[in-house]
């Protein structure tokens, strides 16, 4: 599978200035990873987000997103974004601040 190169430099602007930030190629896309901690991805078109299970359960209820599955059970925590949720600068900056708190909130590895 490839990722949305375009998409991958907008969150590389969106978490700019933060210590301790890397990616890592993960299924099969990129994940941006703070403090060793998974916070956000692209897969394909997509928008994928690690948050607290309230957070996830949350943004579930919200247009344009929907549980990520890779292998028929869903990840607890992680949330698809679809290319609609994510399109405005405001928007996409909405949801990876929130995966990044999520990401900040864990001990580093």
Same mark, same amino acid.
């Given at each position: ?18 210590? $301790? ?28 987000? $690690? ?41 996409? $900056? ?6 990044? $708190? ?8």
């Amino acid at each position: 599978m490839a990722y949305d190169e375009k998409l991958a430099g907008r969150i590389r602007k969106a978490l700019a200035g933060r210590r $301790r930030l890397t990616e890592r190629k993960m299924f099969g896309g990129m994940a941006f990873m703070l403090r060793g901690n998974m916070c956000c991805g692209v897969l394909d078109d997509e928008l994928i987000l $690690r948050l607290t299970p309230e957070h996830a359960e949350k943004a579930l209820k919200k247009p344009h997103t929907r549980p990520f599955d890779m292998t028929g059970r869903p990840m607890k925590g992680f949330v698809v974004v679809t290319p609609r949720g994510h399109k405005s600068p405001a928007a996409l $900056r909405k949801w990876v601040e929130q995966a990044a $708190r999520f990401a900040r909130s864990l001990p580093a590895k």
